[in-house]
């Protein structure tokens, strides 16, 4: 299935850097510890923040 996806050009290898995927992670947990404080106020807000922390 993943070879599928990349000759299909949904997804594209790239050489990883062990430094990026760990600041990527940071990123991620910042976004989310940020989305659950809003969550009360801003559930729009929350989500999109969530969501782009998947990203």
């Known amino acids: ?3 599928k996806l990349i000759k299909e ?3 594209k290898k790239i050489k990883t ?3 990026k995927v ?3 992670i940071k990123l ?3 976004d989310l ?3 659950q404080q809003i969550i ?3 559930t729009d807000w ?3 923040i969530a969501y782009n922390s998947i990203l």
């Open 22 to 24: 760990d600041e990527s």
């Open 40 to 42: 009360n106020t801003d």
């Open 33 to 35: 510890k940020v989305a």
């Open 1 to 3: 299935m993943l070879q």
């Open 9 to 11: 050009g949904y997804i």
């Open 46 to 48: 929350a989500f999109n």
């Open 17 to 19: 850097n062990p430094i």
């Open 28 to 30: 991620a947990e910042r």
